[in-house]
């Protein structure tokens, strides 16, 4: 089974910073895909970027990058220039190359708050 | 539809009393989930269906909990006589069938959030 980790249950930094959230996983397959989900306030589970396994080069998505070590069973997401909008609940995620029956594998999420 | 809708928005019900939640998935997508969030925690997976069948149920916390699917589409997940930890949100997810492309990227809904008094 797999498992997600998210060691960090709250972050705080101000606006204009960038911020490094981390993220380590376990599974014994190969061929799989990571992600990073956002949920604000309002509740909706916003996709932020993802990484396939067998990608070597890290994915960027504007002022989102993940640094993606794959040995390391470690996938933490940077925030650059951060901004007010930023403030919500981020949860990294798991699933293998075959999607289907198992979904997503969630981690505990960390609460990230960007302060002016 | 554009995205995943969900309804009810909110639900507060009475311990005892049974509840049906509804997932309107993106249309095209064959997969659906359910996940549930209790206060504080991360999502917990409940159920999985392809199509109208779902090949595993054993994520569903106890058998007062009961979903389907009809049609391929909208999914119900049913909980009778409610219980105080019931109270969570409930999420509904769709995508794409394994093996197309996209089938890995789940579109969540809005979810349920549901209250037992």
């Known amino acids: 089974a797999q498992t997600v980790t998210q060691s960090q249950p709250e972050m705080s930094v101000q606006e204009a910073e960038t911020v490094t959230l981390s993220c380590t996983y376990d599974t014994s397959e190969n061929n799989y895909y990571l992600f990073w989900y956002k949920q604000p306030p309002s509740r909706q589970m916003i996709l932020v970027i993802r990484q396939e396994a067998y990608k070597q080069q890290n994915a960027t998505e504007n002022r989102f990058s993940v640094n993606f070590q794959k040995a390391a069973k470690s996938f933490s997401l940077k925030i650059s220039d951060s901004q007010l909008g930023d403030t919500a609940m981020y949860f990294c995620?798991?699933?293998?190359?075959?999607?289907?029956?198992?979904?997503?594998?969630f981690g505990k999420g960390t609460h990230l708050i960007i302060q002016p | 539809g554009a995205g995943v809708s969900q309804s009810p928005s909110n639900k507060v019900t009475e311990k005892g009393k049974d509840v049906e939640l509804r997932c309107d998935p993106i249309?095209?997508?064959?997969?659906l989930y359910w996940y549930r969030q209790s206060l504080g925690q991360g999502l917990e997976f409940l159920i999985y269906f392809q199509g109208n069948s779902a090949p595993d149920k054993s994520g569903l916390p106890s058998d007062r909990f009961s979903a389907e699917r009809t049609g391929g589409s909208v999914s119900t997940l049913t909980i009778q006589r409610t219980q105080q930890e019931d109270s969570a949100v409930y999420l509904c997810?769709?995508?794409?069938?394994?093996?197309?492309?996209?089938?890995?990227?789940?579109?969540f809904g809005a979810g349920s959030r549901l209250t037992v008094l």
């Open positions: 995620a798991f699933i293998d190359s075959g999607g289907g029956a198992d979904g997503l594998t």
């Open positions: 997810a769709s995508s794409h069938s394994p093996g197309f492309p996209g089938a890995n990227v789940l579109t």
């Open positions: 249309s095209g997508h064959t997969a």
